[in-house]
């Protein structure tokens, strides 16, 4: 399985961005599929994940700003981010899991300015 994000960019503060991320390959056995994203010297972090029958869960910092959601005809998921703070700069990367395997993107950079 292979995926490939795209919509990164530099937005200014209060913006609106919208990640892709579509997945080729063996694409059958997906299930979860989800987003994480990593700041310089920081861990990785969960930001949204999404089931096959589409039930998503949020961290709590991304609440009511970020929606994340997923075309299964399309094999691609989504990640429309609003109200950007600078604080969700970081490289953003797709993860997707399916059996006891997981794979991920090459991540695409989001920069938010004050």
């Known amino acids: 399985v292979q995926l490939v994000e795209s919509g990164g960019g530099l937005v200014q503060a209060g913006g609106s961005l919208r990640l892709s991320c579509a997945a080729s390959g063996s694409t059958f056995n997906i299930n979860v599929m989800g987003w994480y994203r990593q700041a310089p010297g920081k861990q990785r972090d969960l930001v949204a994940a999404?089931?096959?029958?589409?039930?998503?869960n949020y961290a709590d910092s991304v609440k009511g700003r970020f929606t994340i959601s997923r075309d299964n005809y399309k094999n691609t998921m989504y990640l429309q981010m609003n109200s950007l703070k600078p604080e969700d700069t970081a490289v953003y990367l797709c993860?997707?899991?399916?059996?006891?395997?997981?794979?991920w993107g090459q991540g695409t950079q989001v920069t938010v300015s004050s």
């Open positions: 993860y997707a899991q399916g059996g006891p395997y997981s794979y």
């Open positions: 999404i089931t096959g029958g589409g039930r998503a």
